[in-house]
């Protein structure tokens, strides 16, 4: 298998390992999201649905498959990240 000569760092992101040599690890699952803000910047309820059905799937891959996820959230600001992650969690 093909072997990186740098040494190969590893990071725990909550209980998600990434990085060392290929193969080290398991593939980690990432599913993405654009969050726009809407209202005086509170977060569209288009977007918390969307995040909700993004947590659901990569739930849904991650069982199917053993591999653990992760979620990349994009937003226009810290205040529509805050607000549609809160009210997505809760």
Do not use: H, W
């Not at 093909?2 to 209980?15: A, P, T």
Request: hydrophobic share 35%; net charge positive.
């Amino acid at each position: 298998m093909f072997k990186l000569r740098r040494e190969q760092k590893i990071l725990k992101v909550g209980d998600v390992r990434i990085g060392g040599q290929p193969g080290e690890l398991p593939t980690v699952l990432i599913g993405s999201i654009l969050c726009r803000g809407r209202e005086r910047n509170r977060g569209s309820a288009r977007c918390k649905k969307k995040l909700e059905r993004l947590i659901d799937y990569q739930e849904e891959m991650s069982d199917r498959t053993g591999l653990p996820f992760m979620l990349d959230i994009f937003a226009e600001s810290i205040m529509v990240f805050r607000n549609t992650l809160a009210s997505s969690l809760s």
